[in-house]
């Protein structure tokens, strides 16, 4: 059993959950996260990627649900970790993603059965955006906002800073049809006020989802990328005023206005 591509579209919190705590897995399962990460690259020592691996493989064979977040393309590790993903056709998120080629291999040897986030974190992949998501099998792309900002020299929490990349990551996104992108990590774990900032911000730019570091962050990010009541209450008077051109509330409701009402009122399911 695996997450279903059209979930991982739709998802809102990711939890991510090191490979090499395997006694994490299930309380990650049960966390009510949208999807649970297994983490081989970042999250886990040189020392203990074969470890981590091996631990991994159990919970796919076992029926646990899960992405898996292998090690990049290039490291030693990255050829085991996606015959792991092969194997049990679970999805796959591809770190410092910048090459379509790349991409497309991956998903070749996957055998098409592993949908791939791909987890933009460089200036490269930022600029190649476009052809990053437009990728065969990619079903969503990620934001790495703290590798990006360690590239550039700034600070992984500057909203205005990393704007230009966030909203590239956005129009690359909407223009290959995928749904919107997943933002990346708030590091604070503690401080749900800088955490409901971050999705208020995103949520602003066109994210629609972010991911998480801890469990105690799900439960924000899911309620703060949920419309509003005040959002559905606008959605629904305005599909009650049928398809034709009108005014509501002084402001003209046309087509681009009405399919923003639907995505609202979907996204409430």
Request: a negative charge; glycine letters at 8%; hydrophobic letters at 45%.
């Amino acid at each position: 059993m695996t997450y279903s591509p059209s979930r991982l579209r739709t998802a809102r919190a990711f939890l991510f959950v090191p490979g090499d705590r395997p006694d994490r897995f299930a309380k990650a399962a049960a966390s009510g996260a949208d999807a649970v990460i297994v983490d081989l690259e970042d999250a886990v020592a040189a020392r203990d990627k074969e470890r981590a691996r091996a631990h991994a493989a159990d919970w796919f064979g076992a029926g646990g649900e899960a992405v898996l977040r292998v090690n990049a393309p290039g490291t030693p590790w990255f050829a085991a970790d996606l015959d792991v993903a092969a194997r049990h056709g679970v999805p796959v998120m591809v770190p410092k993603s910048e090459d379509p080629a790349v991409l497309a291999d991956i998903g070749r040897r996957g055998g098409g059965a592993c949908p791939l986030i791909p987890l933009v974190e460089t200036t490269a992949g930022i600029e190649g955006a476009p052809t990053v998501c437009a990728a065969p099998g990619v079903v969503r792309v990620a934001f790495g906002n703290a590798d990006y900002s360690a590239q550039l020299g700034i600070a992984h929490d500057d909203h205005l800073a990393l704007t230009y990349a966030r909203s590239r990551l956005v129009s690359a996104s909407a223009a290959a049809g995928l749904c919107p992108p997943v933002d990346g990590v708030t590091t604070s774990v503690t401080d749900l006020a800088a955490l409901t900032a971050d999705v208020t911000h995103v949520r602003r730019l066109g994210f629609s989802g972010k991911l998480c570091v801890h469990p105690a962050q799900v439960v924000g990010v899911q309620a703060g990328f949920a419309p509003t009541e005040d959002e559905l209450r606008w959605a629904r008077s305005v599909l009650a005023a049928g398809e034709s051109v009108t005014v509501i509330d002084g402001q003209m409701i046309d087509k681009p206005v009405l399919d923003r009402a639907r995505r609202l009122l979907a996204a409430e399911d």
